[in-house]
């Protein structure tokens, strides 16, 4: 059963705004953190931003400025609106749920969606 399905990754000029949406199923959204995580190639994944249930938010040094990560709780999405981008920003952009599963802490990832920033 698929958890977690990203939306919305594509090609954009330097200077440009994508909106990525990861869609959850409802039992996850509910009672998981929800993140969003990057890697570009030949890099290592690496952490963008977290939202928890209170609504509280953290970001990465590179996103805080031009990030914005919310969630709609009427459609189990966690959405990533990113501004200003730069080709540095270029990476497959993946989703992550953590929470406490039937085994103990539990980790979902969605299958990620491409990001590309070019001119």
């Known amino acids: 059963q698929v958890q977690l399905v990203e939306f919305g990754g594509g090609l954009v000029q330097p200077g440009g705004s994508l909106r990525l949406s990861c869609a959850a199923s409802r039992s996850i959204f509910r009672s998981y953190t929800l993140a969003w995580y990057r890697q570009a190639p030949g890099k290592e994944r690496e952490f963008v931003a977290q939202i928890a249930k209170s609504g509280s938010t953290n970001y990465s040094e590179s996103a805080k400025d031009r990030f914005a990560i919310s969630q709609d709780s009427a459609k189990n999405t966690v959405d990533l609106q990113m501004n200003n981008l730069k080709p540095e920003d270029t990476a497959i952009y993946y989703c992550?749920?953590?929470?406490?599963?039937?085994?103990?802490?539990?980790?979902?990832w969605g299958q990620g969606t491409q990001v590309t920033v070019s001119s």
């Open positions: 992550k749920a953590v929470g406490l599963g039937p085994t103990g802490r539990t980790v979902y």
